[in-house]
Nanobody, 117 residues
Framework: QVRLVESGGGLVQPGGSLRLSCAAS????????MRWYRQAPGKERELVAT????????TYEDSVQGRFTISRDNPKNTVYLQMDSLKPEDTAVYYC??????????WGQGTQVTVSS
């Protein structure tokens, strides 16, 4: 079965850290562009970070640059999002995405991240 399963979300205080995991099954995630998105209440879903297939080049949305790190563990077929120096505005549901081609994406179910004191 082809799917993505996110985990690692939770409640954290401002300035804290969380690591999100995205476990892929039914396909090899290192063969595809993998992305993390987030959606806050009342807002559109936004792209947070990407990691390419070949070479593993990464990109970040401006507001998370220097605080978030996307990475991939090929033997575990898992993509991670390390989030440091978290802010209340990082509160959102975080989604993992696999870009198979220009017309085909696979989404996970999402994991809630809440940053609050």
């Amino acid at each position: 079965q082809v799917r993505l399963v996110e985990s690692g979300g939770g409640l954290v205080q401002p300035g804290g850290s969380l690591r999100l995991s995205c476990a892929a099954s039914g396909f090899i995630c290192s063969n595809f562009l993998m992305r993390w998105y987030r959606q806050a209440p009342g807002k559109e879903r936004e792209l947070v970070a990407t990691i390419s297939s070949a070479g593993g080049a990464t990109t970040y949305e401006d507001s998370v640059q220097g605080r978030f790190t996307i990475s991939r563990d090929n033997p575990k077929n898992t993509v991670y999002l390390q989030m440091d120096s978290l802010k209340p505005e990082d509160t959102a549901v975080y989604y993992c995405n696999a870009r198979f081609n220009i017309i085909s994406d696979l989404w996970g179910q999402g994991t809630q991240v809440t940053v609050s004191s």
